[in-house]
């Protein structure tokens, strides 16, 4: 029967988390294993596939980070798995691999012992066939939301600029805003979208969008740029698929006399999500999505 031992899935997790803390954004999970795959030599049944589907190397990284969440060690949002302060730290104290995965199974521990009884056992590894039970659910709902996630990524990244300035436009909509300009082809001066609170901008602040559908984080330099259309009367929002870098979002939060609001795209379709009833029918299907329901993994 063979066997993955403990000291083996804590090397694993080490190399994890190695390569995590040096994102400190955080990194998909598919990259992520992708690369520990590559650090560390699998063997032959480790890179082997389950009857069920799924690769055993992935299935077992996968499982045993949901003690890592559990632990407080890391999060993971849509995809993105963010090592935690608590986590970098664990990672200095036990460098040995068995002793940092026994020490993230020993507050699983905890946390499941005050978690409430009569939850279903956590699943065991006959063989590395995976039982069923709420981790495996956990671990499905993950990889899905993974895919999903992915997905709309993708989407969004080859849409037309132009389409997609369409779709932030149709969310200030839906959101009540009433969007007075939307530019057309050309230069637009750093922005893209001017929209008002009330129909005829008499009252309230204008709002200055720029969108941008960079593969690359947005930096201080960028973000200056468009900050300096802003006035006192503005509300500037920025819209960027990438994200901004650290530096960005701490000189956008540290305006004294302009208000900035940074939109990364999770946070673009968190917003399109909420406000999905209230889009027009044709801005719907610009970004078309439709919900999902999985049997939620016990928290």
């Known amino acids: 029967m063979a066997e993955i031992t403990r000291r083996r899935t804590g090397e694993f997790l080490r190399k994890l988390f190695e390569l995590l803390i040096t994102e400190p954004a955080g990194m998909p999970a598919g990259a992520a294993l992708s690369k520990v795959a590559a650090a560390i030599p699998l063997t032959e049944f480790e890179s082997g596939m389950y009857p069920s589907g799924g690769q055993r190397f992935e299935k077992i990284v996968r499982f045993a980070t949901v003690d890592c969440v559990k632990a407080g060690w890391l999060q993971k949002t849509k995809g993105v798995w963010v090592v935690t302060e608590a986590g970098q730290k664990a990672f200095e104290k036990f460098k040995d691999p068995e002793a940092f995965y026994k020490e993230a199974c020993r507050l699983y521990g905890l946390w499941k012992a005050e978690r409430d009884a009569l939850s279903t056992p956590k699943p065991v590894v006959v063989d590395l066939e995976i039982v069923?039970?709420?981790?495996?659910?956990?671990?499905?709902?993950?990889?899905?939301?993974?895919?999903?996630?992915?997905?709309?990524?993708?989407?969004?990244?080859?849409?037309?600029?132009f389409e997609f300035q369409e779709i932030v436009a149709d969310l200030l909509?839906?959101?009540?805003?009433?969007?007075?300009?939307?530019?057309?082809?050309?230069?637009?001066?750093?922005?893209?979208?001017?929209?008002?609170?009330?129909?005829?901008?008499?009252?309230?602040?204008?709002?200055?969008?720029q969108v941008k559908r960079w593969k690359s984080k947005v930096d201080t330099d960028g973000l200056r740029s468009f900050v300096a259309t802003i006035n006192s009367a503005d509300v500037g929002i920025f819209v960027c698929l990438a994200g901004f870098t650290k530096d960005a979002a701490d000189y956008a939060r540290n305006q004294e006399t302009r208000r900035i609001t940074l939109i990364d795209a999770r946070r673009l379709v968190d917003l399109w999500v909420e406000h999905y009833e209230k889009l027009a029918d044709e801005a719907r299907q610009s970004l078309p999505l439709i919900p999902i329901y999985f049997l939620a993994p016990q928290d």
């Open 173 to 209: 909509r839906a959101m009540g805003y009433h969007v007075d300009w939307v530019s057309p082809p050309g230069k637009d001066g750093g922005v893209d979208i001017i929209a008002y609170t009330d129909p005829l901008g008499a009252s309230g602040p204008r709002i200055k969008v």
């Open 132 to 161: 069923s039970g709420p981790d495996s659910r956990r671990v499905t709902f993950e990889e899905a939301e993974e895919h999903a996630w992915a997905e709309i990524e993708a989407f969004l990244r080859t849409s037309d600029p």
